[in-house]
């Protein structure tokens, strides 16, 4: 399972070059993630109805490629912001747990060092 | 943004609570259908790419319950703000709406204030006078006024609400009462030498101030300890008194003040607005039982006869003001329980401290329901009028209407926007009328009702009220063009090329200008009455002539001299005014007309052991000295008055008799040389008849009145007045007051009043009924004849094109002149007959407050009729001609 705030970020960036209506979005993911991050579709209506409540996105129906009648959403100026401080964040976030992943023998820094100065 | 605003618009407007429900059904519905469709398209088989979508979905239910929760969420936020949105277009309509037609707007604006302007005015006489209690009473609901019904020594019943001091103290002891007070009003004169006044003067207990509740302005109440007989003699001023006499200076504490017969020490001020139990103002508070002994001995304190007070008592907390009436009734019995002549059946009444609640009430305050009642008509007009007004713009645009219906436009944001419009003029138009409710208020307060005292302020409870009038008017105005706009009919109206060629009013429009004439007819027939009731009123003949007539009252320093001294000091000041230029007559009276009158027993002719009596009583006493007529300017009709000469020991007696004495004891015979005798003296020879005149109102019979020389009075009666006639009575005052007081040894005050002052009181009923009946009449008038106008004139602008292709047509100007004044007329007419109808109706009610005259009058009717339609007809007759200048061509190609 994928946390909520995780799933949250992965929809911002699906809408980021337009509209695009929810299996749209689960496509996208899926074959940009090759798949690795198992998402529920369920779970993504439902992320994408939440940050349509918080204004992030905004919905309107449309007519899709074949036809037929579906629910496009797309970004609001509110979720895009919310899209650079996740996507920071996450980045920041990543960096770190990638820096200690690759760390290279214990006590680099040493222990109550920073107390002391 | 806007696109996609509309797009969900078209969607989601109106859509029922389950709705979201399908919403989120159709979207998952949208997903299976185009994940299947992708993995088939990947080689699956329709049943293998179905399980494998809905394993990809995770579990369905579940996740659709979620969805389904979160769009009905969704959706209720959306509708709230949806509907908070539509106030705001409405209100964005209504600023554009009065924005095209800023005159219009104006006028509306103008109506609307003076309608809620005439309602706050008469709200805020209303409310101090029947709805509110006296000013600066602490928890007044537990606060009574004690009265007594019981029936006279003629068996008639009547409310008391004097009593004798004795009562006072037994209310006391009943014990429901938490606290008692009795407070006596008067006025008495106040100052020294010229500059003295007359003045409001309340002698109260000390328990009045801690009873009320109330708190000094400055210094401190007398208390109940210094409130005995023979105490200090202290005052408490009034706090109006305090500002005008004193400049409101502190250092008027301290200062002492002549009051009556006696010299008070100022100990404080009562709080502004002040005025006990009454409304009146109340200049001087003194310690009853201090101001009782030094103006009306001690005769009272154990007398039963003597009914000077007034009582009012706190409940105690809890008590049960039933069982507080019965203890109260008990012991005012049981303490006339000797007393054959008093009624056993007395009954104790525990009053509202509101008097118009008590069955009390003046002449005065019970015009004032009906002028509210007349201020609401008032406003039923101009609501009438602003509604047709903006009737008539909505027809003006039923063409919009219909255009905005047909896109989509919902007919509730269309009544939205018209009962905006309204609101909006009626909220500007309430702003006005708190300005007007204040300058009114003034005028009608200081002019027509001078004794209540208004200082108590009212100006926030008018405020509100004016608001909740204002929101009411607004409403009820937008009711009638809301109600239009939302019937129009889209496709009938788009499908006509009407663009105002049909005849624009619509019923309802001249259903409002007949109740708008209705109601100007019902307001003018009340004013005539009331305006005629003062006219007959001031023509009834007192007799007197007020104009020109002066009382001057004397009081003597120190003690009270007997009636030969005060007689002596009368004559002394008589020659020092009579020698002022400008007095025309000075007389010396022991009774004065409208103050006071006498009557004795004793007193016949030689033919008649006893004379008869009228309606109005027995024959009444005056002893007068020369030139007593004259400066009363009262009419000798045969014979001559009486004189100087007349007016000694030894001049030989003689009498002059009314009119009505004359026809009644010598009815065949001529009065002037007939004996009358009076008690024991000898005959007095008749040797005038003199006109009837009025002994105190305007509504009594005849009386029967004889007149004696001073020097022959059968009592030694101290004189009441000296009389003084001149041009301007108000201008000689001061004058004549310095001349006495200066000339005069042994004068310590002189006070005057011009007669037409002691008068006046007596026309004020009907001079509040005529002043304001005019001025709402005047008003309803206005706005009737603004009404038919704008709207016969809004009609002419809407025919344009049919007038133009009838005078093209050749119709002559004559023709469509008569057509457009027959059309106001008619509307006019028919609002004359169902006002006439309504005021015969409503008429008869007012009778008591009208002076000798039918209220159904011919004779007013016909002329209010008439002034209606004459202002019916100028009313129509701009717009008319206004009719025959469409130039024929303009109008055709104007569209």
Redesign the interface.
């Known amino acids: 399972m994928l946390l909520q705030g995780t799933l949250d970020v992965l929809v911002l960036k699906a809408l980021l070059w337009g509209p695009r209506?929810?299996?749209?979005v689960?496509?996208w993911i899926r074959a940009t993630t090759d798949d690795a991050l198992k998402v529920?579709?369920?779970?993504l209506?439902?992320s994408l109805?939440?940050m349509?409540?918080r204004k992030w996105l905004?919905s309107?129906?449309g007519v899709?490629e074949?036809n037929?009648?579906?629910?496009y959403y797309r970004l609001t100026e509110l979720g895009r912001g919310q899209l650079r401080r996740e996507a920071r964040d996450w980045t920041s976030y990543a960096e770190a747990v990638f820096k200690v992943l690759r760390a290279e023998g214990p006590g680099a820094v040493p222990v109550g060092s920073e107390a002391g100065s | 943004m806007r696109r996609?605003e509309g797009?969900?618009r078209v969607?989601r407007l109106g859509l029922a609570g389950g709705d979201s429900d399908r919403?989120v059904d159709?979207?998952?519905a949208?997903?299976f259908?185009?994940?299947v469709?992708?993995l088939m398209a990947r080689g699956m088989s329709e049943s293998e790419a179905r399980a494998e979508?809905r394993r990809?979905?995770?579990?369905?239910a579940?996740?659709r319950r979620?969805?389904r929760r979160?769009?009905r969420?969704?959706d209720r936020?959306w509708r709230a703000w949806e509907s908070l949105r539509g106030v705001g277009w409405a209100l964005r309509d209504a600023v554009r709406g009065i924005r095209r037609a800023p005159a219009l707007a104006v006028a509306m604006v103008a109506v609307m204030s003076l309608g809620v302007g005439a309602n706050a005015t008469m709200f805020g006489i209303l409310d101090r006078i029947f709805l509110r209690p006296p000013a600066h009473v602490e928890d007044p609901d537990e606060v009574r006024r004690v009265f007594v019904h019981r029936r006279d020594f003629n068996g008639r019943m009547f409310i008391s609400s004097h009593h004798t001091y004795p009562d006072y103290l037994d209310w006391r002891g009943v014990e429901a009462f938490e606290e008692t007070a009795a407070y006596s009003a008067r006025e008495l004169t106040v100052g020294h030498g010229a500059a003295a006044e007359s003045r409001n003067v309340t002698f109260a207990t000390g328990s009045f101030f801690p009873l009320l509740g109330a708190r000094p302005a400055l210094g401190r109440f007398f208390t109940p300890e210094e409130d005995r007989l023979g105490g200090e003699r202290v005052a408490v001023l009034g706090h109006g008194y305090w500002r005008g006499q004193y400049g409101g200076e502190p250092s008027a504490v301290g200062s002492t003040i002549d009051v009556g017969e006696a010299t008070y020490t100022v100990i404080g001020v009562a709080p502004e607005g002040f005025t006990g139990v009454g409304l009146g103002p109340v200049d001087i508070f003194l310690p009853f039982q201090v101001a009782g002994e030094v103006q009306n001995g001690l005769g009272w304190v154990d007398s039963r006869g003597w009914y000077w007070f007034e009582v009012v008592a706190r409940l105690a907390e809890g008590a049960n003001p039933e069982l507080a009436t019965a203890a109260a009734t008990t012991v005012h019995r049981a303490a006339r329980a000797d007393d054959e002549n008093y009624d056993a059946e007395a009954r104790v009444e525990l009053a509202s401290l509101i008097l118009a609640r008590t069955g009390q009430a003046a002449d005065e305050a019970r015009v004032v329901p009906w002028l509210m009642g007349v201020a609401v008509l008032v406003l039923l007009l101009t609501c009438a009028n602003v509604g047709n007004l903006l009737l008539a713009r909505a027809i003006q645009r039923r063409r919009e209407t219909a255009v905005r219906l047909a896109l989509g436009t919902s007919r509730g944001r269309l009544i939205g926007s018209v009962v905006a419009e309204s609101m909006v003029l009626a909220l500007l138009g309430g702003v006005a009328a708190v300005a007007i409710a204040v300058w009114g208020g003034d005028l009608v307060r200081s002019f027509l009702l001078p004794e209540i005292a208004w200082s108590g302020a009212t100006t926030a409870r008018v405020m509100l009220f004016s608001a909740a009038v204002a929101i009411g008017a607004g409403l009820l105005a937008g009711v009638f063009p809301a109600l239009r706009s939302g019937r129009s009919d889209v496709a009938e109206t788009l499908k006509s090329q009407s663009r105002g060629s049909s005849r624009g009013r619509s019923r309802m429009q001249s259903g409002l200008l007949v109740f708008q004439a209705a109601v100007s007819v019902v307001l003018l027939v009340g004013t005539s009455l009331f305006v005629l009731s003062l006219d007959r009123a001031r023509a009834v003949d007192l007799g007197y002539d007020p104009a020109s007539a002066l009382y001057v009252g004397i009081e003597p320093e120190g003690e009270y001299p007997e009636a030969e001294g005060m007689v002596r000091l009368y004559q002394e000041a008589r020659e020092r005014v009579a020698a002022l230029p400008g007095v025309e007559a000075a007389a010396i009276t022991t009774s004065a007309p409208f103050r006071s009158s006498r009557s004795i027993d004793g007193v016949r002719t030689p033919g008649m052991d006893s004379l008869p009596r009228t309606g109005a009583g027995s024959a009444y006493i005056n002893t007068v000295t020369g030139g007593y007529f004259e400066a009363m300017g009262l009419r000798i009709l045969r014979g001559r008055g009486l004189t100087d000469a007349d007016d000694t020991e030894s001049a030989p007696h003689v009498a002059v008799v009314n009119e009505t004495f004359a026809e009644l004891v010598w009815p065949d015979e001529d009065p002037l040389g007939q004996c009358l005798l009076v008690q024991e003296a000898p005959c007095a020879t008749i040797v005038g008849v003199v006109e009837n005149s009025r002994r105190y109102g305007l509504v009594e019979d005849p009386s029967m009145k004889y007149y004696l020389p001073l020097a022959k009075s059968p009592y030694a009666w101290p004189p009441n007045r000296l009389v003084i006639r001149t041009a301007d009575p108000e201008a000689l005052a001061p004058t004549v007051r310095r001349s006495i007081v200066d000339a005069v040894p042994g004068v310590r005050l002189v006070s005057t009043q011009p007669f037409a002052e002691v008068v006046g009181p007596r026309y004020r009923s009907w001079e509040l009924g005529a002043a304001l009946f005019g001025a709402f009449g005047l008003l309803a008038l206005l706005v009737a004849a603004l009404g038919l106008y704008s709207v016969l004139a809004f009609d002419i602008a809407q025919r344009r094109r049919e007038l133009g292709i009838r005078s093209a047509l050749g119709a002559g100007r004559r023709r469509i002149v008569s057509g457009v004044l027959g059309d106001g007329l008619r509307l006019a007419g028919i609002g004359v007959a169902v006002g006439l109808a309504a005021a015969a109706v409503a008429a008869p009610r007012i009778e008591p407050l009208l002076f000798q005259i039918e209220p159904r009058d011919p004779l007013v009717l016909a002329m209010v009729a008439v002034t209606l339609l004459v202002v019916a007809a100028l009313a129509s007759g701009v717009p008319a001609w206004r009719a025959t200048r469409v130039d024929p061509r303009e109008a055709l190609e104007a569209d």
């Open positions: 209506h929810g299996y749209a689960a496509d529920e579709d369920g779970a209506y439902t109805h939440r349509e409540k905004e309107e129906w899709s074949n037929r009648r579906a629910k | 996609f797009i969900r969607f919403d159709r979207e998952l949208f997903h259908e185009a994940a469709e992708a979508a990809r979905f995770g579990d369905e579940e996740y979620e969805l979160l769009a969420d969704r936020r």
